[in-house]
């Protein structure tokens, strides 16, 4: 299990806190050092069963900045998301829980982190 995270957040520190608590295996990705890259993230959002747009920090000011909440969320757009996710990581949604089992998860609450433990097999 990979956890991508920002220290400074507060859900993240929550997130690492309960999988410390119930002794689960796992890697730290600080994606703000190590941000991914495009191809990364397709994959991260395969696994997630979200779109790039489901996962973006919109209130953040690269945003903004960006004028993203204007921007279409189609199929034709998909890549443009995904660029900007990719060159501006401080957008993507955090914690990232990569489980064992081929799938991610968005772990902002308790539940989902368990959840990511429970399909990894760490629960």
Request: one cysteine or more.
């Amino acid at each position: 299990m990979e956890i991508w995270l920002n220290p400074a957040c507060s859900k993240c520190r929550s997130a690492v806190g309960i999988l410390d608590e119930e002794g689960a295996a796992y890697t730290v990705r600080k994606y703000l050092e190590d941000p991914p890259s495009a191809e990364e993230l397709r994959a991260v959002l395969t696994r997630l069963g979200l779109e790039p747009w489901d996962i973006t920090r919109t209130q953040e000011a690269a945003a903004k900045e960006l004028g993203l909440k204007d921007w279409e969320r189609t199929d034709a757009t998909r890549e443009q998301w995904i660029a900007a996710l990719a060159a501006h990581p401080k957008l993507i949604q955090r914690p990232i829980i990569t489980a064992d089992d081929g799938s991610a998860l968005v772990g902002r609450t308790e539940e989902a982190v368990r959840e990511a433990m429970a399909r990894t097999g760490g629960e």
